[in-house]
């Protein structure tokens, strides 16, 4: 690259240019890269921190918030078992017949409940109705 008076030429605009354009297009990609593994990090942690309560919670009688925390969890296994095949709702009855909740973790001491969790953007919503209770928005 040569100055001379009148300033740099249209070729070495060009390639700076091109520097600058490429330095960015990287440092998007990483930052993508970055922030999409987050939440999966964190759902992986999540189930595997709530694999011992889930286990303890099958035998007692739970809560409402219990059996919409035991459906989420279930949930995310199965989301991280099968993301190719997972639709934006999970219903509770494919979760039971697929082993990842048992029937014993969606009932209280005097109800059955039924549910469903819908996914979207990594976030899982959990909802289910009771005969005594319902999730807001079911």
Known sequence: MILNK?????????FICAAILFCVILAAVLIN??????????LEESTQN??????????????????ENNLKTAAISYYLK?????EEIIVSEELISEGYLKESQLQTNDDTCL???????????PYIT??????EGY
């Open 115 to 125: 549910g469903y969790v819908i996914i979207e953007d990594n976030t899982f919503s």
């Open 50 to 67: 709530n694999s011992n309560s889930d286990t303890t919670n099958s035998t007692n009688y739970n809560s409402y918030k219990q059996i």
């Open 33 to 42: 890269q970055l922030y999409s593994a987050i939440p999966l990090n964190n």
């Open 82 to 86: 099968n993301k190719d095949n997972v």
């Open 6 to 14: 009148h300033g740099w030429g249209l070729r070495e605009m060009i």
């Open 130 to 135: 009771c005969e005594n209770y319902e999730t």
